[in-house]
């Protein structure tokens, strides 16, 4: 009898500790992305995405992103940024719980060209991260991301689009997570396009689906000051 309690005891735990990962369920991302043109050589970005556990609920990060983005030219842009990050690591709600805060300073560079159809652009990121577990216990880490993005003209108004970014940590472990992309778009003008996507999410031993709704809405702010 005592050996079927602790039997039924570990396989409840694992259950449980499943359950809190939330991989099994489909979450969600709903984002917005907005690149707004104040020169003809500056741009201010701005960035919001809430995403959840599953495709409706249960909250598990909060991405707010500013950056001043400098056009060498069409094809090519260097960002300096600043993140906050409030994340909340556990699937399900615990009383007491703290979630961890990050200020985060990233340096971009964005490299593009086309192959016929086919638009390419290469991101390069080195990102500093000031993390606040709380109760004083804080750490500094460094990571660099890689991502290629290819996007695909359907025709005037629809398009598809997909992307590959590894994450590398300058600690250890040296493999953060691995981000695989696919996703329709539509563009309304050449301000406002909407993405609807699927994202597989991949970190060492663990991933996760989640469905990604993307709102990009670019402005050219040179516009009115010409007007006027």
């Known amino acids: ?33 907005g690149t707004n043109k104040v020169s003809d050589k500056l741009s201010v970005h701005s960035e919001a995405q809430f995403r959840f556990y599953e495709t409706f609920g249960n909250f598990n990060q909060l991405l707010l992103r500013t950056g001043l983005n400098y056009h060498i030219s069409d094809k090519a842009i260097v960002t300096l940024g600043y993140g906050y990050i409030a994340t909340d690591t556990t699937f399900e709600e ?61 025709d005037d108004n629809w398009f598809l689009n997909a992307y590959d970014e590894v994450f590398i940590n300058f600690q250890e472990p040296i493999f953060g997570q691995n981000r695989l992309y696919f996703a329709l778009g539509r563009k309304f003008n050449e301000d406002v396009q909407l993405q609807l996507g699927y994202l597989k999410n991949h970190f060492t031993g663990i991933n996760f689906d989640r469905l990604q709704l993307g709102l990009i809405f670019n402005t050219d702010l040179r516009r009115k000051n010409k007007v006027q």
């Open 1 to 33: 009898m005592k050996k079927l309690l602790i039997g039924i005891f570990l396989l409840s735990s694992i259950q449980v500790f499943s359950q809190n990962t939330g991989e099994d369920e489909l979450g969600a991302w709903y984002m917005y992305f």
């Open 94 to 154: 615990f009383e007491g719980e703290f979630d961890p805060k990050e200020n985060r300073i990233f340096q971009q560079f964005i490299l593009k060209n086309k192959v016929g159809k086919f638009a390419f652009e290469h991101r390069y990121r080195i990102e500093q991260r000031f993390l606040n577990f709380g109760n004083s216990n804080t750490d500094t880490q460094h990571r660099g991301r890689y991502r290629l993005q290819i996007t695909y003209p359907l």
